[in-house]
């Protein structure tokens, strides 16, 4: 069988690391959780190749230049991206590759790797989803409000999406990516 690329997005405060967790856990001879790039300093207990690939900004913009990621973007004056060869690379290893990134980078990885399946993680309500950011209580009223405007735009986005996955039960919603790698 051939090897897959599964994308997974959704919105802030959603749960989908909590959902990619327990499908890694449960995934975790057939999967890979791809490794982004980024320009951003690593935080502390982050290791190189393992939570990101630390490089410069110089050469992210060359390979930016040399058509070297499947997606990439910036973000507070930081690039983040996935490169080709990564996720090529553990394919031919044997392995699908699990990518967790926003919805306009999973929007370029379908151009440029059309044969890629696109998971969003839905919240059940819009209500729902404010009730989780605010019960994080790790930002301020202003991020909230940044977050919330931004899901229209996500869930938009997601309409091009091969599936959508309400997150109303975590092993409700692991069991359903479950069944969409089965049928793939």
Same mark, same amino acid.
């Given at each position: 069988?051939?090897?897959?690329?599964?994308?997974?997005?959704?919105?802030?405060?959603?749960?989908?690391?909590?959902?990619?967790?327990?499908?890694? %856990?449960?995934?975790?001879?057939?999967?890979?959780?791809?490794?982004?790039?980024?320009?951003?300093?690593?935080?502390?207990?982050?290791?190189?190749?393992?939570?990101?690939?630390?490089?410069?900004?110089?050469?992210?913009?060359?390979?930016?230049?040399?058509?070297?990621?499947?997606?990439?973007?910036?973000?507070?004056?930081?690039?983040?991206?996935?490169?080709?060869?990564?996720?090529?690379?553990?394919?031919?290893?044997?392995?699908?590759?699990?990518?967790?990134?926003?919805?306009?980078?999973?929007?370029?990885?379908?151009? %440029?790797?059309?044969?890629?399946?696109?998971?969003?993680?839905?919240?059940?309500?819009?209500?729902?989803?404010?009730?989780?950011?605010?019960?994080?209580?790790?930002?301020?009223?202003?991020?909230?409000?940044?977050?919330?405007?931004?899901?229209?735009?996500?869930?938009?986005?997601?309409?091009?999406?091969?599936?959508?996955?309400?997150?109303?039960?975590?092993?409700?919603?692991?069991?359903?990516?479950?069944?969409?790698?089965?049928?793939?």
């Amino acid at each position: 069988m051939d090897k897959k690329l599964f994308v997974i997005s959704g919105c802030s405060g959603v749960g989908k690391g909590t959902v990619i967790n327990e499908f890694m %856990k449960r995934n975790s001879n057939d999967f890979i959780l791809s490794v982004s790039c980024t320009t951003r300093n690593p935080r502390p207990n982050e290791i190189d190749g393992v939570n990101y690939f630390f490089i410069s900004k110089e050469e992210f913009e060359k390979n930016i230049k040399e058509d070297k990621f499947l997606e990439h973007a910036n973000f507070a004056g930081n690039y983040y991206g996935t490169k080709k060869k990564y996720v090529r690379q553990k394919m031919d290893e044997g392995y699908n590759v699990l990518l967790e990134i926003d919805t306009q980078g999973a929007l370029q990885v379908k151009e %440029k790797m059309p044969e890629s399946v696109l998971i969003f993680i839905a919240p059940p309500s819009i209500e729902e989803l404010e009730q989780r950011l605010r019960g994080r209580h790790t930002e301020d009223e202003e991020t909230i409000q940044k977050r919330l405007a931004q899901v229209k735009t996500e869930l938009e986005r997601s309409q091009k999406y091969d599936y959508t996955i309400i997150n109303d039960n975590i092993l409700r919603a692991v069991k359903e990516i479950e069944d969409i790698v089965k049928d793939k």
